[in-house]
């Protein structure tokens, strides 16, 4: 197990503010790609198309499914971060000995975050109530999101006057 006072999780809050710099990190490389194949066309289909699932060809499917999920495994195989949590001081780790997550690990997280989010995302939101700060996709593929420790978010007010005095 982590000793919890080397490691300090990353909780609900930095979390969702990373995944959002992925998702539009993500959209504002796709997108362009995305007009120059389909034109605009699409982006009306997808407003009022058959949702998430559907596809308007083999393009679509590969830029806006296959692709991230790649992505993903690949750079928590590799960086163990992705650009969001890089930016948010966060990095995906072992839960069982803080070690650098496998290939395996990455693709099994990737493909549980369906598994979070089938049930309302409380396997999301999951994560604000945990001790180790681990969503049902965590919990799963055996990770944890740690944060840096000299991140100074969690401290009060009057302790960093203290320390700057």
Known sequence: MIDTVEQHYAGF???LTAALLDLLLLASLLSPLLYLVYGPEYFAW???????????????ALLTKALPLALLVALWSAMG????????????????DGSPITPRQALVRALCYLVSGLPLYLGFFWIGWDRRKQ????KI????????????AVESLEALRARTL
């Open 13 to 15: 809050w930095r979390r």
């Open 135 to 138: 969503g049902f996709h965590d």
């Open 81 to 96: 971060a992705t650009p969001g949590k890089l930016l948010m001081g966060c990095r995906v780790v072992s839960a069982t």
């Open 141 to 152: 593929a055996g990770t944890v999101v740690v944060r840096h420790e000299d991140d100074y």
């Open 46 to 60: 997808r407003l009022s198309g058959p949702g998430w699932l559907g596809n308007f060809g083999i393009a679509d």
